[in-house]
């Protein structure tokens, strides 16, 4: 019996109504479907994607050298609740000469395609709200509805910039679908099964189990088509030309106001999520916990508490010294060490081997396995962000480019090197 | 070259279209019929000993009785510069076009069009650059007036009018 | 289809108008429609008198307002024969080579955000307060200083001013490596400049390009070197030039890394500056009421964004009878038209941006 199903019989038992005894259990599958769905989306993930909106704007200060937003709350933690109830209470613009009904509608198609998808993310260990045994198809399909919404929302708008934007986007969307759907399929060859749990099942058992390090290197360059294709799935830079801030004012999101373009910003927030969700599904072991990924978890976090307080600058003066040639070996025995005091540094070690030695006491359990999960998602928020506010945007041709003629082609590599692999070893990589 | 041996070059050449000549200060220029501008301008350019090859500006003058177009060259090659001018009447002050010589005079005459009203034959694109297309006028002559409004937003400031005359500011003092 | 880049967009360079005729992403023509920040500078020449125009000189290029102070004080210099005392003409290059260098950080923050990064524009931006702040210092004003005087200039430097600029320019090269490492070599930012929209050393000349652009395009001609002035024979300073390092000569690239490259070199005179500069007075003769003799005179000064010259025609009286103001960015303007044939909208911005056109400069 499926949890839905367990779950459903449990309610009707406890509740003991006699009318409801009549009742065909289709109905009740259906009304604690939606419920479901709802508390996951409604009070979970929004708020999410809420909060990575205000992770974006801290991090980019911080990597601009300026604090970021700080005011609301404690540390700006409630900036997102604010914006929110300000969207709410903003004017309701329509441009004249604009479509009105498909001008309404896009919103919802857009922010549709992000959240429908997170309907088959598995959290943890058995928190998932559709275990559909076709999960990634599933996904992959229904986040096309995006470029429905977007199409919608650039020519409704009736402004030449929004067209332009919208299209744009369309054939981005579109074109990188391809690499995207062939760097899935090497987990999905190597795990046997499309379900995202079963994935999630297939890589138990420590890190050497992570499909990334599977059927070498075909599993490690399909992430990387994977991650770079996502990027451009949901229009981030350096592939977010549809918005590009400098041409377009905002592509096709220009003539929104108030909360329907709260919508397309909170979309575009919870993409990013379901973008890490996945990569760390297919590829990085899901919600997975065991032994080295107490490891793990003590280096991630020893480094976001690293990261965090003393911000990036130790590692991108790192990367730019390699990048001007210098030997590794030079840089590490030269660069300024980062100013702790060695309180500070204890802290930080006591804090991360507390925490990895709970994690270990606790590891199989559901809360564990939901916060490891998070905990790895927002590692790749915390890259796409990274991402965003260091490198420039490709122009439209440079894009396709990439995509057609490099990632195409590598990713049927990986297809088939995994297919090879596989024969050859008569199972799983 | 010096100034004064080209303004010599120009002479022996081009002596009869030259209405003045002042070789012996700083910057020296040569006043030419309009009719022989391009010639001359041609000549400069090309020319090996000469070879102007940067038009500076084309600032444009309104004496009273007339307008005076001074061609501002100078020439990377020798490293030397002079000045080309140009005398028109004030009823009809049209020249022909340099565009040709140098493509960057294109955008110099449409402003000298535009603000001062001289007109240039052959030119590809005259119109009216800082002004908007339906001002009336040219601003720089010393005798333009401003129209009382544009578009119905009147030119002078209300409040002001019925004010006392403001002393004018001394000029700034330096220690 | 018909495209307005209107005059306000978030990355035109102050308040510029392009039509666009496009065919789809392709421009077919894109015509530049300037006019927006007209004030009638040179029709207020005439109408005040030579000191009080100072201010307005300002106003001609205000990214980097000192050196239009200069080109004007030359001019009139030049008309009343004027000797400038030399420790007026170091103050003069120091405030100079400040704003080149404001000006160059705010050309070289702002390009990257046109192509897309937004990163390099705020550590620039935080450089430029910096400046602004030793600017401050020397003259009372961030923006528009009207410091530079007819025959010297107004105040004289801080007592500890050296040792302030050289902390700034320490920490400025500092910063000039990171900013390096962020952006400059970045392989998205190089694929999206390196060939794009080359000019070739004829057609800038042709056009009248000059300054950075114009060195980008190969020629070494730089007014500071070929045709000094002020205290610049005394100084030693090097001319990048553009050499196609990463596609073609000429190239938007190339007008980029001269710009970082010029900031150094800039760095050094301001140094070398403080070595040499002698004790002595900030003005030279002049009469309060300045009213030279009836003549013209032609003087420029290598501003940041090339030569920054004034015509000036004087009839005897107190006020000029003509001032005529000549920047490098109404020439740069009127190449888009003939540059922007079959590029791309993203490239049409970024060529812009690469030719650091700053609206003021063009509609005086």
Redesign the interface.
């Known amino acids: 019996m499926s949890n839905l199903q367990f779950i459903t019989h449990s309610i009707i038992e406890r509740l003991d109504i006699p009318v409801l005894k009549n009742v065909p259990i289709e109905i009740f599958y259906i009304a604690v479907m939606f419920l479901a769905a709802t508390i996951v989306v409604g009070l979970f993930l929004a708020p999410l994607a809420g909060f990575s909106t205000y992770v974006e704007r801290r991090v980019a200060g911080r990597m601009q050298a300026r604090i970021g937003c700080n005011r609301v709350g404690p540390e700006g933690l409630l900036q997102f609740i604010v914006d929110g109830i300000k969207l709410i209470l903003k004017e309701d613009t329509i441009p004249q000469g604009a479509d009105r009904p498909l001008f309404k509608l896009a919103p919802y198609l857009v922010i549709l395609g992000a959240f429908l998808s997170f309907v088959c993310v598995p959290f943890g260990k058995y928190l998932v709200v559709a275990n559909l045994n076709v999960g990634l198809l599933y996904l992959i399909a229904v986040s096309s509805l995006v470029v429905v919404g977007i199409l919608l929302a650039g020519w409704a708008s009736n402004n030449k910039w929004s067209l332009l934007g919208a299209m744009r986007s369309a054939a981005q969307i579109v074109s990188y679908e391809i690499p995207l759907a062939l760097a899935l399929m090497v987990p999905v060859l190597l795990s046997g099964s499309l379900s995202l749990q079963d994935l999630n099942m297939a890589q138990s058992g420590g890190m050497r189990n992570w499909i990334l390090f599977k059927a070498p290197p075909a599993a490690f360059i399909a992430f990387f088509v994977y991650f770079i294709s996502a990027l451009a799935e949901v229009n981030r830079t350096p592939f977010d030309l549809p918005e590009a801030e400098s041409e377009l004012v905002s592509g096709y999101n220009t003539e929104y106001s108030g909360m329907r373009w709260g919508l397309f910003y909170l979309a575009e927030y919870a993409n990013m999520f379901l973008v890490g969700a996945i990569a760390t599904t297919a590829f990085l072991g899901g919600w997975q916990p065991s032994k080295s990924n107490v490891l793990f978890a003590t280096g991630a976090l020893f480094f976001t508490l690293l990261l965090a307080i003393k911000g990036l600058s130790f590692f991108t003066k790192l990367v730019g010294e390699m990048v001007r040639g210098k030997s590794i070996f030079d840089l590490l025995s030269n660069i300024r060490p980062i100013k702790f005091s060695k309180w500070m540094f204890l802290a930080i070690a006591f804090i991360s081997l507390a925490g990895g030695a709970l994690l270990q006491m606790f590891a199989n359990y559901w809360l564990v396995t939901l916060l490891m999960f998070i905990a790895k998602v927002y590692f790749f928020v915390f890259v796409i962000i990274w991402i965003r506010w260091t490198l420039p945007r490709y122009r439209v041709d440079q894009m396709m480019d990439l995509c057609w003629k490099k990632l195409v082609p590598i990713g049927f590599g990986c297809v088939l090197w995994t297919s090879v692999m596989m024969l050859l070893g008569g199972g799983n990589g | 070259m010096t100034p004064q041996e080209i303004g010599e070059l120009i002479k022996e050449k081009f002596g009869s279209a030259i209405f003045e000549l002042k070789l012996d ?3 020296p220029w040569v006043k030419v019929e309009p009719q022989k501008l391009v010639e001359i301008a041609q000549f400069l350019k090309d020319s090996s000993n000469t070879s102007f ?5 084309i ?4 004496y009273r009785e007339e307008f005076e177009l ?1 061609y ?1 060259l100078f020439s ?1 090659l020798h ?1 030397h ?1 002079f ?1 080309l001018k140009v005398r028109l009447p004030r009823g009809n002050p049209s020249v022909p076009t340099v565009e040709k010589i ?3 005079a ?3 005459e449409r402003e000298a069009y535009d ?1 001062m009203g001289i007109h240039f034959d052959g030119h590809s694109d005259l119109r ?5 297309d339906d001002w009336v006028g040219h ?2 002559r010393k005798d333009y007036k401003e129209g009382d409004d544009y578009h119905g937003v009147s030119t002078t400031r209300e409040y002001l009018t019925g004010m006392p005359e403001l002393p004018t ?1 001394p ?5 | 289809m018909e495209i307005n880049m209107g005059p306000q967009h978030p990355s035109t360079h102050g308040v510029l108008r392009f039509r666009t005729f496009t065919d789809g992403e392709v421009i077919r023509k894109a015509i530049p429609e300037v006019g927006y920040l007209h004030r009638s500078i040179e029709k207020i020449g005439e109408m005040v008198d030579y000191n009080g125009f100072m201010p307005y000189t300002d106003r001609v290029d205000y990214v980097a307002a000192m050196t239009a102070n200069h080109g004007y004080a030359r001019a009139v210099e030049m008309l009343l024969d004027v000797e400038v005392p030399k420790r007026a003409h170091y103050l003069r290059v120091i405030a100079d080579e400040l704003c080149r260098i404001a000006s160059h950080l705010i050309s070289v923050g702002t390009f990257p955000m046109d192509i897309g990064a937004v990163t390099p524009f705020v550590h620039a931006l935080r450089e430029r307060e910096k400046v602004n702040t030793l600017i401050e210092a020397l003259c009372g004003a961030r923006l528009t200083y009207n410091y530079v005087r007819i025959g010297g200039v107004a105040f004289d430097m801080p007592q500890d001013y050296p040792k302030q600029v050289n902390l700034f320019l320490d920490s400025f090269e500092k910063l000039m490596h990171e900013f390096d490492d962020l952006i400059s070599y970045n392989k998205i930012f190089i694929n999206r400049l390196s060939k794009l929209c080359p000019i070739s050393k004829e057609d800038a000349i042709a056009y009248g390009l000059v300054g950075p652009n114009l060195r980008a395009s190969g020629l070494n001609w730089d007014l500071r070197k070929n045709l000094p002035y002020a205290v610049y024979p005394e100084l030693e300073f090097e001319l990048p030039l553009g050499r196609g390092e990463k596609g073609v000569l000429g190239d938007s690239y190339d007008r980029y890394i001269v710009r970082i490259r010029e900031m150094r070199e800039s760095s050094k005179i301001l140094k070398q500056c403080f070595k040499q500069i002698p004790e002595g007075p900030m003005m030279g003769k002049v009469p309060k009421n300045i009213k030279p003799k009836p003549g013209e005179a032609y003087a420029a000064v290598e501003a940041a964004r090339g030569e920054l010259g004034y015509f000036v025609v004087s009839d005897g009286s107190d006020k000029a009878y003509r001032v005529k103001i000549r920047t490098g960015s109404f020439a740069a303007m009127s190449m888009i038209e003939k540059l922007s044939r079959g590029l791309m909208i993203a490239d049409l911005v970024a060529v812009i941006a690469s030719l650091d056109v700053v609206a003021p400069e063009i509609d005086r």
Do not use: C, M
């Not at chain 2, 009216?128 to 908007?132: G, T, W």
């Open positions: 200060v700083k910057q090859d940067f038009l500076r500006s600032a444009t003058v309104d001074v501002l990377y490293q510069e000045k140098w493509p960057g294109n955008w110099h603000l009216r650059i800082l002004l908007p601003p720089l500011l000029s700034i003092a330096h220690k």
